[in-house]
C-alpha cells in the first residue's frame, strides 16, 4: 500500500488512522482521489486541509469500523467498502465487534486493492445477478456454514478473526499461512472468475490451458484432493498444495498470491526499498524504482519482489517469526500471474 501523509503536518498515516497522531487531525480515506484527507477536529464540518472539499464519513465510522469518506453533497449513508455488506454480526454480543472489525480492515485493504487495479466493483443489492456481496456471520452450531464463495456472495466466518482459532486451523489444514486478508483475496478470486473468465470463450480457453479443466467435477475432485493430497512435485505447479485440488481452486490461489505480490511491491515502491546484499548471487538484488500498477510487464515487477521478499523473510527469522512469504513460486506459476496481470483493467 502507499505512503499516505496528514495534509496539515505531513505526518505519515497508517490507512486506518481516524487521526493524525502528530497535530490531532482528523483523518479519513478517500476513495476517489485513493488518498487519505484530514479535517480540522474543532470544525463542525470536515472540510478537506488539502482541497478544501466537505466530506461526511461513512455511517460505520459511529460504530468504529471505518474511516473512509463520502462528499457532503451525496446522499449514500455508506462508502464503497461498507456498502458491500450484506450481512453483518449481531453486535449485541459484545465478543462478535472486535473480530468485526479485524474483518472490516482486510475488507478495507481488498477493496484499496482492487481499486488500483481497476476492477469493477458493483454491490450486489443494486446488481443482483453479477454484484458482490458479504456475510459476516457465526456458525452459531451450523457446521454446515463455512468460509467461502458463491453466485457473488463472500461469507466469512467471524472465528477467522481469532487469531487462536486460526492457528488451530492453520495446524489442521497443514498450511503454510492463514490470514483474513488472504481469505478476502482468495474468495474474491473466485468471485472475479465468473467475471473475468467464464464469459469469454477466448480467454476461458487460455486459462483451461494455464490452469486445466475447470469442468472436472468440483466436488469429487475436493473429495480426492482430502483423501490423497497433493501430487508429490506439487511445487512444480503450483503456488499451494490446495491449488492442486481443482482448475478453480488453482485460480483463486494463484490469484490470491497475485495481490500478495502486488500489494508488498507498491508498500516497497512508496518506501524506496532495495536489497544490495553482499554476495555474488545477482538474483538476490531488486529495486522498486517503478509503481507495480503502472508497470505492464510482470517478469519486471515479480524480478524486483523476489529479492525483496526474500531479504524479509531472512529479516523475519532473524526475529524468530515465520517467514512473511512462505511460498516457492516457480516459472509455470510466474506465467499464471502473468495472464491474471494481463486481464487486470488498470494496465
Avoid at 127 to 154: K, W
Avoid at 174 to 197: A, K, M, Q
Avoid at 234 to 257: L, M, P
Wanted: charged fraction near 25%.
Amino acid at each position: 500500500m502507499k505512503i499516505f501523509e496528514c495534509g496539515n503536518c505531513s505526518h505519515p498515516l497508517y490507512f486506518e488512522n481516524g487521526s493524525c497522531e502528530k497535530c490531532g487531525h482528523l483523518s479519513g480515506y478517500d476513495d476517489a482521489s485513493l488518498n487519505m484527507l484530514t479535517f480540522e477536529a474543532a470544525r463542525s464540518s470536515l472540510i478537506s486541509d488539502s482541497n478544501g472539499n466537505a466530506f461526511k464519513y461513512c455511517q460505520n465510522h459511529g460504530l468504529g469500523v471505518c474511516n473512509w469518506l463520502i462528499p457532503a453533497d451525496e446522499e449514500q449513508p455508506f462508502c464503497k467498502a461498507c456498502e458491500l455488506n450484506r450481512t453483518i454480526p449481531d453486535l449485541s454480543d459484545s465478543e462478535n465487534f472486535p473480530k468485526w472489525q479485524k474483518l472490516e480492515v482486510a475488507k478495507h485493504r481488498l477493496v484499496y486493492q482492487l481499486t488500483k487495479l481497476g476492477m469493477e466493483i458493483l454491490p450486489q443489492e443494486d446488481n443482483p445477478e453479477t454484484g458482490l456481496c458479504f456475510d459476516f456471520i457465526s456458525r452459531q452450531g451450523d457446521d454446515q456454514i463455512m468460509t467461502g464463495h458463491a453466485n457473488g456472495v463472500i461469507t466469512i466466518l467471524l472465528s477467522e478473526a481469532d487469531s487462536v482459532h486460526r492457528e488451530q486451523m492453520r495446524k489442521q489444514m497443514s498450511e503454510p499461512y492463514r490470514t483474513l486478508i488472504g481469505h478476502f483475496r482468495h474468495e474474491v478470486g473466485h468471485y472475479y472468475w465468473d467475471r473475468l473468465i467464464a464469459t469469454n470463450e477466448k480467454i476461458l480457453n487460455e486459462f483451461r490451458n494455464l490452469f486445466g479443466n475447470d469442468q472436472e467435477d468440483y466436488g469429487e475432485a475436493l473429495n480426492n484432493y482430502y483423501k490423497a493430497g497433493a501430487p508429490a512435485d506439487w511445487q512444480q505447479n503450483y503456488i499451494s498444495q490446495y491449488a492442486s485440488a481443482h482448475a478453480w481452486e488453482d485460480w483463486a490461489e494463484t490469484w490470491a498470491h497475485y495481490l500478495h505480490i502486488m500489494d508488498m511491491a507498491e508498500t516497497a515502491y512508496y518506501y524506496g526499498i532495495s536489497v544490495k546484499p553482499k554476495v555474488r548471487e545477482k538474483s538476490l538484488q531488486g529495486d522498486f524504482g517503478f509503481d507495480p500498477y503502472r508497470q505492464k510487464d510482470f517478469d519486471e515487477i515479480y524480478k524486483s519482489w523476489a529479492p525483496i521478499s526474500f531479504a524479509i523473510n531472512s529479516l523475519n527469522r532473524s526475529m524468530g517469526v515465520p517467514d512473511a512469504y512462505p511460498f516457492v513460486v516457480s516459472q509455470t506459476v510466474v506465467d499464471k500471474m502473468k495472464f491474471i496481470h494481463r486481464l487486470m483493467p488498470h494496465r
